[in-house]
């Protein structure tokens, strides 16, 4: 992978990517900094990956959710029988104004 090329204008680059508006000092003040961030990751280009599996998702994922089985349900008047808040078969709930 090629290296860019780390100066004044990548920096407010990328300072403008993230909506920020750098100073002369603050762009003075960050630029040596984000120059050693990107040598500390280069360090990960010298690693031998050729013969490990790309892994994209570190953790196994797997469906939590149980199967959607359809079983007996209550009725109607199971449903509303320990309720007095109920008319005409449906629960009844407070007035809305």
């Known amino acids: ?34 120059k050693e961030i990107l040598k500390a990751f280069g360090k990960l280009d010298e690693i031998d990956v050729k013969d490990e599996k790309p892994s994209f998702q570190p953790l196994p994922l797997e469906n939590v959710a149980r199967h959607d089985v359809v079983e007996k349900c209550l009725s109607q008047e199971e449903a509303l029988k320990n309720t007095k808040n109920k008319k005409d078969g449906y629960f009844m709930g407070p007035k809305v104004t």
């Open 1 to 34: 992978m090629a290296k860019p090329n780390v100066d004044k204008k990548l920096l407010l680059k990328v300072a403008a990517n993230a909506r920020l508006n750098l100073t002369e000092k603050e762009t003075n003040e960050f630029l040596p900094q984000l």
